[in-house]
């Protein structure tokens, strides 16, 4: 089982972590806080395991879970990005835990009257009897994309304490600057690859922007056992 508390920390560590990310800015990463996150992940990964962790010049942070079966078996490559919009504050981010929601108003802040209510956002009745993470209303969260950040970091920390589930070479990625549109810019695709040049597909979930890298399925039947 997934340790759910671990990972509610860890996502509350990351979005306490101001992140916000500069139009204006002509350097990579726009603005100097990202380095922040960004050697702490580096770290990180470091420490759950992971192999050949590097964080280059303009902190893009990439890091390899090695195969654990003797077969060949393509690579695959998660990646996230790590600033936060700069639409809004990401300073001070002060989280609230909403446990088993019960489908009424949330009251954000009392002292500013910031409620988040069902009758705006209708999309909250999906998640009754689920724990809802929320700011205090006068920040953004940054879930966007330190949610995705959070899953990948766990998913492979999971992966390294139960190597009875077997899978081939996974590489991750975080970059900086994606909510400026310049995420995808500087971020070093040799060094993602593990299985010589691949042409990868982009695969984009649905429900964050957490990306997945895909090598063709041609390729992936080809080489199945
Ligand atoms: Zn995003």
Same mark, same amino acid.
């Given at each position: 089982m997934l340790d759910r508390k671990k990972i509610l920390d860890r996502f509350l560590t990351y979005v306490k972590i101001d992140t916000e990310s500069d139009p204006n800015s002509q350097t990579t990463p726009s603005t100097e806080?990202?380095?922040t996150l960004a050697k702490r992940l580096a770290k990180e990964l470091e420490t759950i395991g992971l192999k050949d962790v590097s964080i280059d010049e303009n902190?893009? /942070?990439?890091? =390899?879970?090695? !195969? *654990? /079966?003797? @077969? *060949? /078996?393509?690579? %695959?490559?998660? %990646? !996230? @990005? #790590?600033? =936060? !919009?700069?639409? #809004? =504050?990401a300073k001070n981010v002060s989280p609230q835990i909403v446990e088993n929601y019960d489908g009424k108003d949330i009251i954000l802040n009392k002292e500013k009257n910031i409620i988040l209510s069902p009758n705006y956002f209708e999309d909250l009745l999906q998640y009754k009897g689920q724990t809802l993470i929320t700011t205090d209303g006068t920040t953004l969260l940054g879930a966007d994309d330190k949610a995705g950040v959070c899953e990948i970091v766990s998913a492979m920390e999971y992966l390294v304490q139960h190597p009875e589930i077997k899978h081939g070479p996974i590489k991750v990625g975080f970059t900086p600057d994606e909510e400026i549109g310049r995420g995808a810019h500087k971020f070093d695709v040799k060094n993602l690859e593990l299985n010589g040049p691949t042409p990868w597909t982009e695969v984009k979930l649905e429900s964050s922007n957490t990306r997945i890298l895909m090598p063709p399925v041609q390729k992936l039947q080809s080489m199945e056992k």
């Open positions: 806080k990202q380095w902190a893009y /942070v990439m890091g =390899t879970l090695p !195969s *654990n /079966v003797d @077969h *060949n /078996v393509p690579a %695959i490559g998660f %990646i !996230s @990005h #790590f600033d =936060t !919009s700069p639409d #809004f =504050t």
